[in-house]
């Protein structure tokens, strides 16, 4: 699909999830699976997005490919059963590997992500998303992806990226961190820098994810952060946070449900 056509008509499943920010009630919730039985696990505690990614190996590390089979045919199956299952959503790695896998991902998936290390320059990241773009199933969106640490993956900043994104006709991009050492997001990119992308977001009119070793406990209180609503982020992207140990452990139900009722309560951005 080219970069600035207009995405196919989605269906019903699809429609909350390509809502504009000032139109989400409350902040969607994505959680990244590493298999079949974390997805099932985490489908009981009413996620939006299952993300599919080895956290083993990285920010954006794929899953085999059989796994990316297994979880469709069960999202499937949960359609066919008249369940609103949550939207799929594929990590093809980095940039020197997602163009490679990216005409592997299922149709039943909404949404795929590339990462943008070792893109310095726009001519760089624009290439790369294009070369994805035409591999990806027609019913698929590429998601842009900033990194709060950009000089570590040596790439762009985020507020760079997404403003390229913008351009480019993207309607969401995820703020993540490439390294996993522990410092989040919210700690890197620093209130105002956090405050400045959130505005960023909103005038350019995309929907935006927080991710990169957040905790519940920042999440919560997002609202000091980013006091305009409006500003705040459409989705909440977690690993760590709800696993028992390090985001390389197994999901945690105790930790899956407190995020749950959190966020349930959160209020997300400004109603229209």
């Not at 949960?78 to 590997?97: I, V």
């Not at 490439?178 to 009119?205: C, P, T, V, W």
């Not at 705040?232 to 197994?250: E, I, M, Q, S």
Request: charged share 25%; with cysteine.
């Amino acid at each position: 699909m080219p970069p600035n056509a207009p995405p196919p008509a989605p269906p019903s499943q699809l429609r909350d999830a390509a809502k504009t920010p000032s139109a989400i009630a409350k902040p969607q919730w994505l959680v990244s699976v590493r298999d079949l039985a974390e997805a099932t696990r985490a489908v009981e505690f009413d996620v939006d997005i299952l993300d599919l990614k080895e956290p083993d190996r990285g920010a954006l590390a794929p899953v085999a490919f059989p796994i990316w089979q297994q979880v469709a045919r069960q999202a499937a199956a949960w359609s066919a059963a008249g369940k609103d299952g949550p939207l799929l959503s594929a990590a093809l790695g980095e940039s020197d590997q997602a163009v490679g896998l990216a005409d592997q991902v299922p149709p039943q998936f909404a949404f795929a992500k590339a990462g943008p290390s070792g893109c310095s320059t726009p001519d760089q990241i624009r290439g790369m998303w294009e070369a994805v773009e035409k591999r990806i199933p027609d019913r698929a969106e590429l998601v842009a992806v900033a990194y709060a640490d950009h000089r570590s993956a040596d790439c762009l900043p985020a507020e760079a990226i997404l403003e390229l994104a913008a351009r480019h006709g993207f309607r969401r991009i995820l703020l993540d961190t490439f390294e996993k050492n522990g410092r989040s997001s919210i700690d890197l990119m620093n209130a105002q820098r956090l405050l400045d992308f959130g505005r960023q977001a909103y005038r350019r009119q995309l929907w935006w994810s927080l991710a990169g070793a957040i905790s519940l406990g920042q999440v919560t209180g997002i609202s000091e952060l980013i006091p305009p609503p409006e500003f705040r982020p459409d989705c909440f992207a977690v690993r760590g946070d709800v696993c028992d140990g390090n985001r390389t452990a197994t999901l945690s139900p105790d930790k899956m449900r407190q995020w749950m009722r959190a966020l349930g309560e959160c209020p997300g951005s400004a109603q229209p």
